[in-house]
Protein backbone atom coordinates (compact mmCIF):
# COMPACT_ATOMS: atom_id res chain seq x y z
CA UNK A 1 0.00 0.00 0.00
CA UNK A 2 1.47 3.28 -0.89
CA UNK A 3 1.52 5.76 1.45
CA UNK A 4 0.75 9.98 0.84
CA UNK A 5 1.26 12.53 3.61
CA UNK A 6 -1.16 15.26 3.20
CA UNK A 7 -0.68 18.54 4.80
CA UNK A 8 -3.31 21.10 5.05
CA UNK A 9 -4.27 23.71 7.77
CA UNK A 10 -8.11 23.33 7.65
CA UNK A 11 -9.44 20.21 9.27
CA UNK A 12 -12.33 19.77 6.60
CA UNK A 13 -10.21 19.78 3.65
CA UNK A 14 -7.66 17.49 4.93
CA UNK A 15 -9.91 15.12 6.42
CA UNK A 16 -12.40 15.41 2.45
CA UNK A 17 -9.32 14.64 0.87
CA UNK A 18 -7.75 12.06 3.43
CA UNK A 19 -11.78 10.23 2.65
CA UNK A 20 -10.99 10.28 -0.96
CA UNK A 21 -6.98 8.89 -1.04
CA UNK A 22 -8.30 6.13 1.71
CA UNK A 23 -11.48 5.45 -0.68
CA UNK A 24 -8.31 4.51 -3.81
CA UNK A 25 -6.65 2.65 -1.22
CA UNK A 26 -3.69 5.01 -0.13
CA UNK A 27 -2.27 4.97 3.80
CA UNK A 28 -2.30 8.48 4.37
CA UNK A 29 -1.22 10.39 7.18
CA UNK A 30 -2.10 13.87 8.22
CA UNK A 31 -0.46 16.61 9.41
CA UNK A 32 -1.76 20.27 10.12
CA UNK A 33 1.08 22.40 9.61
CA UNK A 34 4.46 22.62 7.99
CA UNK A 35 6.34 21.80 10.98
CA UNK A 36 4.21 18.43 11.77
CA UNK A 37 5.26 17.20 8.21
CA UNK A 38 8.88 18.28 8.07
CA UNK A 39 8.49 16.22 11.33
CA UNK A 40 7.01 13.42 9.67
CA UNK A 41 9.19 13.25 6.65
CA UNK A 42 12.51 13.14 9.22
CA UNK A 43 10.28 9.82 10.72
CA UNK A 44 11.18 6.28 9.80
CA UNK A 45 7.59 6.72 7.25
CA UNK A 46 8.40 6.35 3.34
CA UNK A 47 5.84 8.30 2.03
CA UNK A 48 5.26 7.87 -1.84
CA UNK A 49 3.87 11.29 -1.99
CA UNK A 50 3.78 14.23 -0.57
CA UNK A 51 0.21 16.66 -1.07
CA UNK A 52 0.76 19.91 1.02
CA UNK A 53 -1.23 23.40 0.87
CA UNK A 54 0.94 26.16 0.24
CA UNK A 55 -0.66 28.79 2.36
CA UNK A 56 -0.53 27.58 6.51
CA UNK A 57 0.34 29.60 9.84
CA UNK A 58 4.12 29.16 10.82
CA UNK A 59 5.79 27.00 9.18
CA UNK A 60 3.73 27.06 5.43
CA UNK A 61 4.06 24.43 2.60
CA UNK A 62 7.03 26.59 0.78
CA UNK A 63 9.14 25.43 3.67
CA UNK A 64 7.99 21.49 3.08
CA UNK A 65 8.58 21.71 0.11
CA UNK A 66 12.06 23.50 0.36
CA UNK A 67 12.95 21.17 2.93
CA UNK A 68 12.02 18.47 0.59
CA UNK A 69 14.82 19.86 -1.89
CA UNK A 70 17.36 20.58 0.27
CA UNK A 71 17.56 17.09 1.58
CA UNK A 72 16.98 15.43 -1.76
CA UNK A 73 14.23 13.15 -0.67
CA UNK A 74 13.17 11.36 -3.81
CA UNK A 75 9.31 12.14 -3.26
CA UNK A 76 7.41 13.36 -5.75
CA UNK A 77 4.89 16.85 -4.32
CA UNK A 78 1.29 17.92 -5.60
CA UNK A 79 0.82 21.29 -4.45
CA UNK A 80 -2.91 22.10 -3.46
CA UNK A 81 -3.79 25.55 -3.31
CA UNK A 82 -6.32 28.31 -2.71
CA UNK A 83 -3.71 30.36 -3.34
CA UNK A 84 -4.71 32.74 -0.18
CA UNK A 85 -2.44 36.03 -0.66
CA UNK A 86 -1.50 34.88 -4.08
CA UNK A 87 -3.42 37.02 -6.86
CA UNK A 88 -3.53 35.09 -10.21
CA UNK A 89 -3.04 31.56 -10.95
CA UNK A 90 0.33 32.74 -12.62
CA UNK A 91 1.57 33.82 -9.79
CA UNK A 92 0.98 30.45 -7.92
CA UNK A 93 2.82 28.48 -10.58
CA UNK A 94 5.28 30.58 -10.81
CA UNK A 95 5.35 30.54 -6.65
CA UNK A 96 5.86 26.82 -6.82
CA UNK A 97 8.05 26.58 -10.08
CA UNK A 98 11.13 24.20 -9.48
CA UNK A 99 9.54 23.10 -6.15
CA UNK A 100 6.70 21.16 -6.81
CA UNK A 101 6.15 18.25 -9.35
CA UNK A 102 2.46 19.37 -9.63
CA UNK A 103 -0.31 21.64 -8.77
CA UNK A 104 -4.27 22.07 -8.41
CA UNK A 105 -6.21 24.79 -7.30
CA UNK A 106 -8.58 24.92 -5.34
CA UNK A 107 -11.45 24.24 -5.98
CA UNK A 108 -10.60 20.81 -7.28
CA UNK A 109 -12.87 18.31 -8.58
CA UNK A 110 -11.72 14.72 -7.37
CA UNK A 111 -11.63 12.96 -10.36
CA UNK A 112 -8.47 15.34 -11.35
CA UNK A 113 -7.22 15.02 -7.74
CA UNK A 114 -7.11 11.23 -8.21
CA UNK A 115 -5.85 11.25 -11.92
CA UNK A 116 -3.04 13.58 -11.10
CA UNK A 117 -1.83 11.47 -8.19
CA UNK A 118 -2.25 8.25 -9.90
CA UNK A 119 0.33 10.39 -12.48
CA UNK A 120 2.87 11.45 -10.07
CA UNK A 121 3.11 7.96 -8.62
CA UNK A 122 3.35 6.17 -11.79
CA UNK A 123 0.27 4.09 -11.46
Do not use: C, W, Y
Not at 89 to 98: C, Q, R, S
Request: aromatic letters at 6%.
Amino acid sequence: MQTILLVDDDDLVAGMFGKVLESEGFDVVIKSNGGEAIHALNSSVNFDLLITDLIMPGQDGFDVLQFVKDHNLNIPTLVVSGGGKTTSPDDLTAAVDGLSDALLQKPIEFEIFISEIHRLLGN
